[in-house]
């Protein structure tokens, strides 16, 4: 069987990308297949195979037949495992290309979540697949999150070293369907929305937008994290693809 005829594997297919994703790889002729913790019944052309990434559970048969993994799936912690659990079925299964979306600032920011990005990156790149890995600023859905949780306070922490430069899902979503019909290309450049911001303004433009106001307390963001923040280290500030649609965009779609 040709390529265009195998399936395609999209973890995280259930999520915010893959609502963006399926579509546009359907779309593109091609078979898609999603691992998800629960049973879900075929729809829209789409199979489902049950499955937890984590715990190393039904990925053997998610593979099966497979030539291409998008792998989209991401949590507050494990992605590592994860990443190291699927890539050693999918070497066993004689996939032959993974396409991984990880984040701007995996091997400099020294926290948990991007350490165990980074983790999974070296675990795509050491699998022996050929792969393409792409590094997203934070998704827009993610920091409209974080704003709104904040501004919910009475009064809102202001971390001033903080800057975001947020990224809407849709652009990511469209680099990465080109991508996964492409061919490998390792460490592509990054993808980041077109505007940085510290997180304070972030804060401000959902406050404003909501027709509220609250005080702030600027507050220290100490050590090497603090450090990684002040040098930008979760910035790309020359060299990224950069998305079309705007933080301000995105905010007024949300909140009409």
Do not use: C
Not at 52 to 67: N, S
Not at 152 to 167: C, E, H, S, T
């Amino acid at each position: 069987m040709t390529q265009s005829n195998l399936p395609i594997l999209v973890t995280g297919g259930t999520g915010t990308l893959g609502g963006h994703v399926l579509p546009q790889l359907r779309e593109a002729g091609r078979q898609l297949r999603v691992i998800s913790r629960r049973d879900r019944q075929p729809s829209n052309g789409v199979e489902y195979v049950s499955g937890d990434l984590l715990k190393g559970e039904g990925i053997e048969r998610a593979v099966d037949g497979v030539h291409t993994v998008l792998h989209m799936a991401g949590g507050p912690k494990g992605d590592d495992q994860v990443a190291r659990n699927l890539m050693r079925a999918a070497a066993k299964a004689g996939v032959q290309y993974v396409v991984y979306i990880s984040v701007i600032g995996a091997d400099k920011v020294p926290l948990g979540y991007f350490q165990a990005k980074y983790g999974a990156e070296q675990a795509v790149a050491e699998s022996g697949i050929p792969y393409t890995t792409l590094r997203a600023a934070q998704f827009h859905d993610l920091v409209y999150t974080v704003v709104s949780k904040m501004g919910g306070m009475p009064i809102v922490p202001a971390p001033k070293v903080i800057r975001f430069q947020p990224v809407d899902s849709r652009d990511v979503a469209d680099r990465l369907v080109e991508l996964t019909l492409g061919t490998p290309a390792g460490l592509v450049p990054d993808i980041a929305g077109p505007t940085v911001y510290p997180m304070v303004d972030l804060i401000r433009s959902y406050l404003a937008a909501k027709g509220k106001s609250r005080p702030f307390l600027p507050v220290p963001v100490p050590g090497k994290p603090g450090k990684a923040y002040r040098n930008g280290d979760n910035l790309t500030l020359q060299g990224a693809l950069i998305g079309k649609r705007t933080w301000e965009q995105f905010l007024a779609e949300k909140l009409r």
